[in-house]
């Protein structure tokens, strides 16, 4: 069980409205002052902005592309609070039995995405903290597949985990990072090194410099310079990011196959 840091924490109202909004600490915590004898819902949302008197500036969500790109939250029963102070835990839950298959909801996912691409985000404020991150969406559902299919990204049909400045429904300025799901086969929500990789890409293309044509590449491929840069700038920033110089991308039922190699050993094929 990991912290959920960082995350926009919301006290809503019997009526649905906001009453008071937070941000969870780098432990997960989080407090409100709230009126004795009153009903009250804890919101946890997949959502890190910076904090009150922060010189550096950033928005990130995770969002589900198979659900008209729903913010993805936590909620907690209405419950009266009472006269005294209280503690109100939420949990984000895997959804896998003990044989590692997923049977339940899935919502640790979302929130898995959220926490490693705030590692990202640290990372580059801990370099520049005047820095301004633009708005970005990491869109991931259990509907994401590598599917043959034509690319449908509101069905989920995405291909692969990548970063786009275009989507169906039309150009975004800042661009949007699009993550596998689909369990069985290749889910990369607990992926950190694919994460913070295609963050890499978004931060790349808005705030330094990108001029990558894009398109398919394998670890085997012979690429156009500007990809071959590109990606390994992602590669390597993924390393940093999580300070760790192995990069990993598990796929296949329970998530028992993949691959991994270190970026310290400059692999002659390292994807």
Do not use: C
């Not at 019997?14 to 432990?27: P, R």
């Not at 801990?126 to 509907?143: F, I, K, T």
Request: charged share 20%; glycine share 10%; hydrophobic share 35%.
């Amino acid at each position: 069980t990991l912290p959920i840091r960082q995350a926009v924490v919301q006290a809503l109202d019997s009526s649905s409205t906001v009453v008071d909004t937070t941000l969870s600490s780098l432990t997960g915590d989080y407090s409100f002052s709230l009126d004795a004898g009153t009903d009250v819902r804890i919101v946890a949302l997949a959502q890190t902005v910076d904090p009150d008197g922060s010189a550096a500036e950033w928005d990130l969500k995770v969002t589900d592309n198979t659900s008209q790109d729903a913010l993805y939250r936590l909620e907690g029963s209405l419950a009266d609070t009472g006269s005294a102070d209280s503690t109100r835990d939420l949990t984000a839950t895997v959804g896998a039995d003990s044989q590692g298959n997923y049977t339940g909801p899935r919502n640790a996912g979302a929130f898995s995405v959220l926490d490693k691409s705030y590692d990202a985000i640290s990372t580059v404020v801990g370099v520049d903290a005047n820095v301004n991150l633009p708005a970005v969406e990491m869109r991931w559902s259990v509907n994401n597949r590598s599917s043959s299919n034509t690319r449908n990204l509101p069905n989920g049909d995405i291909g692969t985990s990548f970063f786009t400045t275009a989507t169906n429904g039309g150009a975004t300025p800042n661009g949007v990072v699009y993550i596998l799901g689909e369990a069985g086969v290749d889910a990369d929500e607990f992926d950190g090194s694919i994460i913070t990789h295609e963050w890499g890409h978004y931060f790349e293309n808005n705030v330094s410099r990108s001029d990558s044509i894009g398109g398919s590449h394998s670890r085997n491929s012979l690429l156009d310079l500007r990809v071959a840069m590109g990606e390994g700038f992602g590669n390597a920033f993924s390393a940093i990011a999580q300070d760790d110089p192995i990069y990993r991308d598990s796929s296949g039922v329970r998530d028992s196959r993949g691959f991994s190699y270190s970026m310290e050993e400059n692999p002659s094929n390292p994807g």
